[in-house]
């Protein structure tokens, strides 16, 4: 048994739909039983894409928007269901809750919190092959939620642990995970192995390629998973569930999308623990999600997307809190877990945005990634100049003392 994954660019036309279907031809006679995971067919634009849904759908409620956005998928696993029909396969659609995927609940953005495969198994006693629609599980209150973009990655990776696969496979029409965007940095090496951590660092970092929950959840249940591509039905990457020594204690670099610098100052007849408690509780109550959180003294640092940014000064000023909004700024990151107890690793990227004439906002470091907050403008020159610096150099061989 075998567990593939098309996305949205592998199935938007007649032909690439074509070769998706060739691809899924051959697994068949390659293993006999196929689960095939779908998006929603094609980018913005396209009928039945997420974001066309989406703008169908500007004045629902958060729970229909979710029942909307599933719609895509669903399409996607009727129409490629349809076409194996055509040439011969015996096949079974279903729905991502069908498939026994259920959630946090969580609307637009939900975790996978379960996987009963028994559906999906019962039907494969009947059908070679089961066509699943992926981003979408159900929620414990029996209702449609979807898994946030790029989630269809997540539903092949919990199907096929959920089904013991000791692999998956996503078909994408990139190429290869690469060291940072090829499209912003020129000398960008494709990376044929990687570390399911390093992948998902660089995923939550604003790498796009796989979804950050799917590489969690390949390296809990230990799955390797193959990025193939579309063009060539090649393993272009794997995505291994354990540590990859690459001689480079840098896997890659990365940036997030644009966001808002928020400086909030509390009174000085209130406690600072108090003062804390009350921001960000006001900023969660807003549903904002925050980063770069930064508190010293009486005042409290953090970042917010652009798109948030007024909510969440509205939420400031109701509540006379004195803040200010700087941006727009991107956070800039390199990541890797091999960099844990490296020396001079802060001195390195210091100096690589330094000599590029850009300044750091704020910065925030992990065991495996170090970011910096720059000016949106600076976000392309600071990838460059963090990429120049720490994946086109030789590098460093020494591994003791402190970051």
Do not use: N
């Not at 946090?104 to 699943?132: I, K």
């Not at 192995?193 to 660089?202: L, N, P, Y």
Request: charged share 20%; glycine share 12%; hydrophobic share 45%.
């Amino acid at each position: 048994m075998i567990v593939a994954k098309f996305g949205g660019t592998c199935l938007q036309d007649d032909r690439s739909r074509g070769a998706a279907l060739e691809a899924c031809l051959g697994l068949l006679g390659e293993h006999g039983r196929l689960v095939v995971v779908v998006s929603a067919m094609g980018r913005a634009g396209d009928p039945y894409a997420t974001d066309t849904l989406s703008g169908l759908a500007a004045h629902a409620d958060s729970r229909e928007r979710d029942l909307v956005l599933a719609c895509g998928e669903v399409i996607s696993a009727v129409v490629f269901s349809s076409l194996l029909r055509e040439r011969g396969v015996e096949v079974r659609a279903m729905t991502g809750w069908e498939a026994g995927i259920r959630t946090d609940g969580v609307v637009s953005d939900s975790c996978v919190s379960s996987v009963d495969p028994g559906a999906v198994l019962e039907a494969l006693g009947r059908f070679p092959c089961v066509v699943v629609a992926g981003f979408q599980g159900m929620g414990p209150d029996g209702s449609v939620t979807t898994l946030g973009r790029g989630g269809s990655d997540t539903s092949a990776v919990c199907l096929a642990a959920a089904l013991g696969c000791g692999r998956v496979l996503l078909y994408k029409t990139v190429e290869s995970v690469f060291t940072a965007d090829p499209e912003v940095v020129p000398a960008a090496r494709p990376l044929e192995r990687v570390s399911a951590e390093d992948i998902r660092q660089m995923a939550w970092q604003g790498a796009k390629v796989v979804h950050p929950r799917a590489a969690e959840i390949a390296e809990q249940a230990s799955l390797t998973i193959e990025l193939r591509s579309q063009s060539t039905g090649r393993t272009v990457t794997t995505v291994e569930p354990v540590a990859i020594r690459s001689g480079r204690y840098v896997t890659g670099v990365a940036a997030g999308p644009s966001v808002v610098q928020v400086t909030a100052d509390g009174p000085a007849d209130v406690p600072a623990r108090d003062f804390f408690d009350r921001v960000f509780s006001l900023i969660a109550g807003e549903g904002v999600s925050m980063d770069l959180f930064s508190v010293f003294g009486s005042r409290a640092v953090f970042t917010v997307r652009t798109d948030d940014s007024e909510a969440t000064a509205g939420a400031l000023t109701g509540a006379g809190i004195p803040h200010t909004l700087s941006g727009p700024c991107r956070k800039v990151s390199i990541v890797g877990a091999g960099m844990h107890g490296m020396r001079g690793v802060m001195a390195h990227f210091a100096r690589a945005l330094a000599g590029a004439g850009i300044d750091m906002l704020q910065t925030v470091d992990s065991h495996a990634t170090i970011s910096a907050l720059v000016r949106d403008g600076d976000g392309d020159a600071a990838l460059r100049a963090l990429h120049e610096e720490f994946i086109e150099k030789p590098p460093c061989p020494e591994r003791e003392g402190a970051v």
